[in-house]
């Protein structure tokens, strides 16, 4: 730490970003921190861990914990994620709850809410996505959320173009209590670069199948080793699956599949490891992995954590 953390003005906190599934938390997180460290797809559910994005600057240090999207459980992987989404609202100095603006109110909204009002954090209202509607619709929108729940502030965004993002960090800002700098300034994520890679390699086959493969992966890292002479990090990663069908269509014909998952991934984890990546991709079956406590674990689901 810094000599920011003597300095009683200095503000500091921990932000939670909470919303139904596909409403835009990690495309915001990524735009507040400036690098990808949550990956993003079109497909509900994306995230299923707690992902911390650092944002320091001279005034202050916001930690923003980006949550799975709340949803109703159909597994354990699903009741991990929903532990996790709802635990945050206990630990945090700032909510917010974001909405899809282009969906309007909907039960998965009012779910949240009723949750909302056992905490007595400040829950900041973030309309997203305002850049896909006519600003005259806007303000039933506003209305209509804002009588159902006394939020302390309503912020519209647009996550993807930036729009007001600015806005809103000085509202984060201006309302986080006095504090230390938890984190190094330099430091972007309190997660270690072997789960951000295999977040990366998820999300490149979240966008490049469809149907019931994308909640049926996971990806565990089993080697990753820097050749300091060659300037190069050897990554072997295995993509998990539950049916040899869900393999046969990860891998492709001839293997076109898999080498393009690869491929894409790969530019992804050198731009975050700034270095030349060799990248090795295996595809393995694990039937029914999560619904079983024991795979989650392995896989990185611990929720003893939680």
Request: hydrophobic content about 40%.
């Amino acid at each position: 730490m810094n000599n920011k953390e003597n300095n009683a003005a200095y503000k500091s906190g921990f932000i939670s970003i909470i919303g139904r599934p596909n409403v835009g938390k990690s495309t915001f997180l990524n735009r507040v921190i400036g690098q990808k460290i949550a990956i993003m797809s079109d497909k509900p559910q994306t995230t299923r861990n707690k992902v911390q994005g650092v944002l320091t600057t001279e005034q202050s240090q916001m930690i923003f914990i980006d949550t799975p999207g709340i949803h109703k459980p159909k597994h354990k992987l699903g009741d991990f994620m929903m532990k996790i989404a709802q635990n945050t609202l206990k630990e945090v100095d700032i909510i917010l709850f974001m909405v899809n603006v282009e969906e309007g109110l909907g039960k998965g909204d009012q779910f949240i809410i009723e949750k909302l009002k056992g905490v007595k954090t400040p829950v900041f209202l973030i309309l997203n996505k305002i850049d896909q509607i006519h600003p005259d619709d806007l303000l039933p929108i506003i209305k209509r959320y804002n009588e159902l729940y006394p939020f302390a502030a309503t912020v519209p965004i647009s996550a993807l173009e930036g729009n007001n993002v600015e806005h809103l960090l000085e509202l984060i800002q201006e309302n986080l209590p006095e504090g230390p700098q938890f984190y190094p300034a330099d430091q972007i994520t309190d997660h270690p670069e072997r789960f951000i890679v295999s977040e990366l390699i998820r999300e490149k086959v979240l966008h490049l199948t469809r149907e019931e493969i994308p909640h049926s992966i996971a990806v565990v890292i089993d080697k990753m080793e820097r050749q300091d002479d060659k300037n190069l990090i050897d990554v072997l990663a295995t993509i998990i699956v539950e049916r040899d069908s869900q393999k046969g269509i990860i891998i492709g014909k001839q293997g076109s599949m898999l080498k393009e998952v690869g491929k894409r991934a790969r530019m992804d984890i050198e731009n975050l490891l700034g270095s030349k990546v060799y990248l090795e991709l295996w595809v393995k079956v694990q039937k029914d992995w999560r619904n079983r406590a024991s795979n989650l674990r392995d896989y990185g689901f611990n929720d003893d954590e939680y």
